[in-house]
């Protein structure tokens, strides 16, 4: 059976700006640590993968001399612990409910559950606040199903294809039945270079990127009745009637992959 592997930041719900900078900052004010990222400050540190290594880059060694820590063993340990607590003020906001999940994820892991699909996250963010974005955004049931790839499962994160790679060995799927979807450049990157058709549905803080390599590109998944997914980039032409359905996902896992040679489908399946 074919894999679907969400991203989680800004793909299972808009969590970058309502969840992890108001945790950032947070905990920055926790710990006296004069820092407080703005929107457009954010919009440059999500570029780098995961938090521990987000809160890293403000240690200048004037502010880390300024916090008393005088070694990388102390620099390493402040880290731990400030992000430990920014996952706490995450799950937090996760669970008050401020990110409702983007349109569309609900209904097409329901989908992928019904057809029998094998389901998972591949994410830089630490395992708990994933599982309770998923949690979140797709109820207990179906959260059940997933298998979860998460943190500091693989020392290189993405764009690095570390974590893909992770995911296809332990759920015993070739990338060419394995769809991806993601929202920024770096989770499109990692995902292509695992070999992975990606489907990528923007966000406030990645729609200007390059998405070079994707197999679909648009605003959301869409809902039916909800909002509507604006197509943005369709290099193979396939039929996108509002919403990514789980057979817009089949008809994309007809054509080459990343690694493949050629654009012409996999199968005899018609490609509109």
């Not at 930041?9 to 970058?16: F, H, I, M, S």
């Not at 057809?115 to 606040?129: D, M, N, Q, Y």
């Not at 590109?217 to 809902?223: E, M, N, R």
Request: hydrophobic share 45%.
């Amino acid at each position: 059976m074919p894999a679907l592997i969400f991203d989680c930041d800004g793909v299972l719900a808009d969590t970058e700006q309502y969840g992890h900078l108001p945790a950032f900052n947070q905990t920055f004010a926790d710990f006296d640590v004069p820092v407080q990222w703005s929107v457009e400050d954010y919009a440059v540190k999500v570029r780098i993968g995961g938090g521990k290594e987000r809160m890293r880059s403000i240690l200048t060694p004037a502010l880390a001399l300024q916090l008393g820590l005088k070694d990388d063993d102390a620099i390493d340990a402040a880290i731990l612990s400030w992000h430990k607590r920014k996952t706490e003020v995450y799950k937090g906001l996760v669970e008050s409910g401020v990110m409702p999940a983007r349109p569309g994820i609900a209904r097409i892991v329901g989908e992928a559950s019904d057809a029998g699909w094998t389901l998972a996250v591949a994410s830089t963010s630490a395992e708990p606040a994933v599982r309770a974005v998923l949690t979140h955004a797709v109820g207990e049931s179906l959260a059940a199903q997933f298998s979860v790839f998460a943190g500091d499962v693989v020392p290189a994160k993405k764009p690095a294809p570390d974590i893909y790679l992770l995911a296809l060995s332990d759920l015993g799927v070739s990338p060419e039945d394995a769809i991806v979807v993601e929202d920024s450049g770096n989770g499109l990157r990692a995902a292509v270079a695992a070999g992975l058709r990606t489907v990528v549905t923007v966000s406030g803080f990645t729609r200007e990127e390059d998405f070079t390599g994707a197999s679909l590109v648009v605003s959301s998944l869409g809902d039916p009745d909800g909002e509507q997914a604006e197509v943005l980039e369709n290099p193979h032409g396939t039929d996108v009637p509002g919403v990514v359905t789980l057979t817009t996902l089949q008809d994309l896992l007809a054509y080459p992959g990343p690694g493949d040679a050629g654009s012409a489908p996999t199968t005899d399946t018609e490609i509109p």
